[in-house]
């Protein structure tokens, strides 16, 4: 049986590193709960979103957590579901993290939608079969109540046979939940830059790469770099599956650019050519969130473990512009085709950016993320132990 410990929770370890962390989260925090009094004040007046670009900030940060909740649970899998002994070790501090992270998109997309609770009821009284919405919906709230139940068999009343249950059920939930979450964005026929099945095979390789960082950034934090034997091949196999993970990424964004110009077609390539110009693109996605990783993996043989915990930082924040451009270049090109005769001129992109709000509660969100993390690992022991 494993017993909760409260009293580490106060016990801080005033290093630099726990220091600068600290600070970061406290300012996070704060942030999101000005941005939240400020949405609850005055509405999404306070957001930047228009009627030609619905999605904001807000609905990228969303999709980033979901993306990272899902690839941690993919990521555990591996040794708690599949077996594979060096993954074992995981299995709690990665499903905490897809606990905590699902949470935090919640809590940001639950400010960003007019009415949560009415939502909630509604989605429950009047399900919309044919709605990719509605089905995100309920199958990630599935997903959160089966891995809450694979952690509580996992760290607190210990029974690997149901943990193990709860974790196939949560993985396939979690698989379903994620790639419809693409068709989302696949379904909109109105938007031919998104249309397609790409994106719910991409969501679920996307998950994966973020659920790799994850790993080697809370691996990384929770040893201070200094790993021990064990921990480091379970790293180096890890390191491996990112570099292969992310050497499909790059043929993927590839194929869909190069399908997206091919014979010019209308809005598809004017979007996509618009989009690979920008340094979004070509420096926050390409550069930070697939090149500068998968160079230190491919150089180092997958070696160079404390190289790959610091290009971890770099790719979450590709990770981020992925999300983002997602959202936005989706929403790039407007919707001429329903009112051609409104345009007296060719029609010019929609662009966007975020408000103040939208900054405050979409990165306080990763403070919330933050300071959760640190109440789970105080209170939980998310390290394997003899029972494990």
Known sequence: MQTLSLKKLFYFEKTPLNVVMAVTTVALLAAFMAGAVAYILHGHHVYNVTRQHPWGLLIAMYVFFVVSSTGLCIISSIGHVFGIPEFQQIGKRAIAGAIITISSGFAVIGLEIGHPMTMLIYNVLTPGLTSAIWWMGTLYGLYLTFICLEFFFLAIKVNHTFSKIFGICGLLVGL????????????????????????????????????????????????????????????????????????????????????????????????????????????????????IPFTVILVSNAKAIKATVYASITGMVGIFFMRYDLVHDTLLYPMTTLKRAEYQVAPTFVEYFPSAAEFAIGFGGIGLALFLYYVADKVFNLDETTQH
């Open 176 to 291: 379903a939940a994620h790639s419809n979450l693409g068709a989302v964005f696949g379904f909109l026929v109105s938007r031919p830059s998104a249309n397609g099945v790409f994106y719910p095979v991409y969501f679920i390789l996307s998950a994966m790469i973020t659920g790799c960082y994850l790993i080697f950034l809370m691996y990384g934090f929770r040893y201070k770099m200094n790993f021990p034997e064990k921990i480091s091949v379970m790293l180096v196999k890890l390191s491996k599956i990112l570099g292969m993970l992310l050497a499909v990424l790059i043929f993927f964004e590839a194929w869909k650019i190069l399908t997206a110009l091919y014979g010019d077609m209308p809005e598809r390539a004017a979007t996509i050519f618009h989009a690979i110009k920008h340094p979004n693109f070509w420096f926050g996605e390409l550069i930070l969130g697939m090149l």
